[in-house]
């Protein structure tokens, strides 16, 4: 069989995503159709259900295929989805509860979130923070309750252990606390030794983004049975995936426009955030990033999985990396 | 054996009180020691361990307690302490989150808690905001790692379901967005009919406060192996002691003073909120928590208990209904 054209690979990353996104999207209404209290729902809706890319849902679904595929009997795409999709959901609600949570006044105070006013904006700074909790509350319950039952309880309680962890102190909420202390001391940090900042970096996205990139194919692969060498792999991938994230991210709020980023662009440097785009420019961000595309493809052909298993998280990659939005 | 007169019993339940409250502190400092992020522990600290009287943590171990003697073999004190206490000490975190986020601008707006600066007033309502996050998802955590390994995994994962459905939207947020779209129609309440009225009331204390306090009684009681019999006499006792528990808050708001208290009394009435006292005025409210004392102390008479073994749950009942605090 020949070699698929650059052209062709792309159209097929495509409909993949879209796939899987559409999956997800459906999932989500029907896991969000209560409505009582009314109010309370239509805020939590209103954020889960305002579109995005879907990636962490996403990673979830594609580390569990990936597993699968290496499998003696690999299930059917069906049955992967059926058991990682209450998960894969759950993650989708977390990282809304965060946005949620980041828009609000108290925080960065941002008034538009993917071009539709921010949660707070519509519901009021009261329902958007008890939003933000209940869509935290309900994400652990979707794990508990929606699982299928073939799956084993041990990995259940594993799922919202790591899920507390990844969002907790250690993780996503200490990491928007770490955002906080250092938003305004750019300067200071850049004046400091290259390790000492480099350290410092890693450390805030490796939490406030990182923890739940992490835990996305972690919890996939873990639903799937992986065993230890698949689940180590994607763990240094996710790490390395996470950090390209965050600065691919770092860097379109300075190149992005307000269209297709669908919030106000700048507001990193006018904030005097830490990021690698205000500590060490864009040029060197690039530089790293196209080093960190290297390391987790690399990572991903060391043995551990069939290589035709990983193609899809690779693209996930390049995806993280060169993504205008 | 004599019976024994008022004062005694008195002073064995304060003694009864105390001993709990102790241990429940204590445990509650041994999980709260980490350091990093440090000023997010430092608020969480700052709102756990500022006293309170740990009602919710000594119903959760006197429902254990209360099980445990009715089996064959009854565990000693301390086993049952073991077992327990990491749920006792999660319920405390999670009240003490939303006791954080009730205090902030955009819900209640309270300078002061138990006579201290609130949460937000300490360390601004960037980190207070994210500290009641950081509480909500460590209970998870604590009850997740904490319970001794010999509680059966599949109650350990009924714990966190039915706790994370306490707190979520129909539980205590749900509660807490209720409280909010109702305050300032006391008037509106007042003129609609009994019925509608009790209803509407029910419905915000039911899951404001009552949903937490019946998952401290279950949550006991279900990690000591109760019967089905046990668990619903217990959960009727549980929706009595939380209705009664809210109305002598309700109470306390219009006839306590500031130095008890610890919070400015008759907010409730100036906010034009939704209670008891507000709608139904103190006569018929202090009518109503007679009734609910006598109720629950004859539901725990009904024969599915030993009457000696329910001694403490109706004398926290009673402290519950008349406290001063």
Not at 59 to 77: D, G, M, Q, T, W
Request: hydrophobic content about 45%.
């Amino acid at each position: 069989m020949r070699e698929k054209t650059v052209t062709e690979a792309h159209i097929d990353f495509s409909e993949y995503l879209d796939r899987r996104r559409l999956f997800v999207e459906q999932r989500l209404i029907g896991y969000l159709i209560a409505t009582d209290p009314d109010i309370l729902w239509q805020s939590m809706r209103y954020s889960v259900l305002s579109g995005g890319k879907r990636l962490r849902a996403i990673l979830c679904l594609s580390a569990a295929e990936a597993v699968a595929e290496a499998a003696a009997v690999p299930p059917k795409e069906n049955e992967v989805f059926e058991t990682v999709m209450p998960c894969a959901c759950a993650i989708e609600m977390v990282h809304a509860s965060s946005l949620i949570h980041d828009d609000l006044p108290a925080l960065d105070n941002d008034d538009y979130r993917r071009g539709k006013l921010a949660n707070h904006k519509v519901f009021g700074e009261a329902v958007a923070l008890l939003a933000g909790n209940a869509l935290l509350l309900y994400a652990n319950e979707v794990i508990l309750t929606k699982t299928p039952s073939s799956v084993d309880p041990s990995v259940i309680a594993a799922l919202v252990t790591e899920l507390a962890r990844a969002c907790g102190p250690m993780g996503m909420v200490g990491g928007q606390v770490d955002d906080l202390a250092f938003t305004g001391s750019v300067d200071a940090v850049k004046s400091s030794s290259d390790n000492d900042g480099d350290l410092l970096l890693e450390r805030i996205h490796c939490r406030k983004t990182g923890a739940l990139i992490r835990f996305s194919l972690w919890s996939g692969a873990k639903l799937m049975g992986a065993a230890l060498s698949e689940l180590d792999v994607l763990e240094k991938f996710a790490n390395t995936l996470g950090l390209a994230f965050q600065i691919a991210d770092d860097l379109l709020d300075v190149t992005g426009d307000i269209k297709s980023l669908g919030k106000t662009p700048g507001k990193d440097v006018q904030a005097k955030k830490v990021t690698w785009v205000t500590v060490y420019g864009s040029e060197r961000s690039r530089r790293r990033l196209k080093e960190l595309e290297n390391d987790g493809l690399a990572l991903l052909d060391n043995g551990v999985f069939d290589p035709a298993a990983t193609t899809h998280l690779k693209s996930l990659l390049q995806y993280a990396i060169h993504r205008s939005s």
